[in-house]
């Protein structure tokens, strides 16, 4: 079938021209969709007078609203909060539209979508005004964010119920697909076509763009094709991780927490050792998460010894679900993640240990020693020499060339 030329959605991105257009049609949420209407019919009751709903990018946030709004015959008022960066932008977008009821008295909607953009440096007050609209409104506020555990949000989040757009698997992507090849009359073969969903890591809007731009109008989806396109790159940051392996009291669900971040197993491990104590207070658990961190690493030695491969599984599980089954209750505050500070200290130990080999190496030519021997022996010398004698210093300087560098490492 050849595309219409006068259908002007012919020419449209797929993602629009198979848009959900009722929540019915939006694939794999259906609890979350749920919480939400409810919330917007009753929100006048509702303790919090805000939802956030985050989940991971493509999966559906923004389109499920509009259709929930289609389904309720509602009027949308979507505003991208980093559109704009402080209260003054926010109240006039917003501000008006919050209070006024609608011309035909039908019902609103407010979307306040990515209101993770709100989280710079500079956008507190973007955040204050956002709290504040939630505060008045006459409407019901839906925010969405792929990212809800920004501490700059705390404010916000503190109003707001929380909604999780799970991340679809990939069978939920590739009954999208393949809906939209049989709509665009699209021959495929289902492995192909199931591995262009699996590739998709959870993100629809990539997965059907990815389709589109594979077999634009050829209207087959050629195999080879797929195996060009590399995997979507979904690389989750390390805070999102940890935040599913010490707050999730379901291990399937910390389980996957490591799958897609772009550290190792080993920083990885830097990582949780350093945020571990902050998370977990009951000392039964923390004892019980250091047990399974350090089963972790009784795994990593025998992977590395004896290049078993098989138990690097036994090794991530115990990071993530081991870790997140050794508490009895998760901690429900809001706990503010430090990279590590092992590795900074590592890192200086390395730079101190190189230094100290090269002054080694320029002493050792000179004196006519091993770099071995310069270091037991003739650097501690030296640098005693050094920090008790200032002419004595300037001729070890001169002497062996020593750098600014080398000499602080020497007399500091
Ligand atoms: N759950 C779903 N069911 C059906 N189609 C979907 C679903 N999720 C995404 N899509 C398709 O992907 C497109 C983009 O989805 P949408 O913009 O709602 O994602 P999002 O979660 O808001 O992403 P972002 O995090 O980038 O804002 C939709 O227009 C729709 O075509
Ligand atoms: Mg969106």
């Not at 993602?15 to 919480?35: F, M, N, W």
């Not at 008045?136 to 839906?142: D, E, G, H, M, R």
């Not at 207070?281 to 590395?304: D, E, F, M």
Request: with cysteine.
């Amino acid at each position: 079938m050849q595309n219409n030329p006068n259908n002007p959605l012919d020419n449209k991105p797929w993602t629009i021209k198979y848009q959900p257009r009722s929540a019915k049609e939006v694939q794999g949420h259906d609890e979350a969709l749920i919480t939400i209407k409810t919330f917007i019919l009753n929100y006048k009751n509702q303790e919090k007078r805000a939802v956030l709903i985050h989940g991971n990018v493509g999966s559906g946030k923004t389109c499920s609203i509009h259709a929930i709004a289609k389904d309720l015959n509602y009027e949308i008022i979507e505003v991208n909060a980093s559109d704009f960066r402080n209260a003054e932008g926010i109240n006039t977008t917003v501000g008006n539209a919050s209070k006024q009821l609608s011309l035909f008295a039908r019902g609103k909607i407010i979307l306040v979508d990515e209101v993770d953009g709100l989280s710079g440096a500079n956008d507190r007050g973007g955040v204050s005004a956002l709290t504040s609209l939630i505060e008045k409104s006459y409407y019901p506020i839906i925010c969405a964010a792929t990212d809800a555990y920004d501490e700059k949000l705390k404010p916000l989040k503190k109003m707001c119920n929380f909604v999780e757009f799970k991340s679809p698997n990939y069978q939920v992507v590739y009954k999208i697909l393949n809906e939209i090849c049989s709509k665009e009359k699209i021959s495929f073969n289902e492995i192909d076509l199931k591995s262009l969903a699996r590739k998709a890591a959870g993100d629809i809007r990539g997965a059907i763009n990815d389709l589109q731009s594979l077999v634009q109008d050829k209207k087959i989806l050629q195999t080879e094709a797929i195996e060009h396109l590399g995997d979507r790159e979904k690389v989750e940051s390390m805070f999102n991780a940890l935040v599913k392996i010490f707050k999730a009291s379901d291990a399937s669900i910390a389980n996957t927490a490591l799958d897609y971040v772009a550290e190792d197993l080993d920083e990885s491990t830097l990582w949780i050792d350093e945020n571990l104590p902050k998370e977990y207070t009951n000392p039964t658990a923390l004892a019980a998460a250091y047990n399974a961190l350090s089963k972790a690493n009784v795994y990593k030695g025998r992977i590395r010894r004896r290049e078993h491969w098989r138990f690097l599984v036994y090794q991530t599980t115990l990071m993530t679900a081991g870790i997140a089954a050794a508490k009895t209750e998760k901690n429900r505050e809001f706990i503010k993640y430090s990279p590590t500070q092992r590795l900074l200290k590592i890192w200086r130990a390395n730079m101190r240990y190189g230094l100290r080999k090269e002054i080694a190496a320029k002493i050792a030519v000179k004196t006519h020693t091993s770099k071995k021997e310069t270091i037991q022996n003739t650097l501690p010398f030296i640098s005693i020499m050094m920090k008790k004698n200032k002419a004595m210093k300037e001729s070890f300087i001169q002497e062996f060339e020593l750098t600014d560098d080398e000499v602080g490492f020497l007399v500091g």
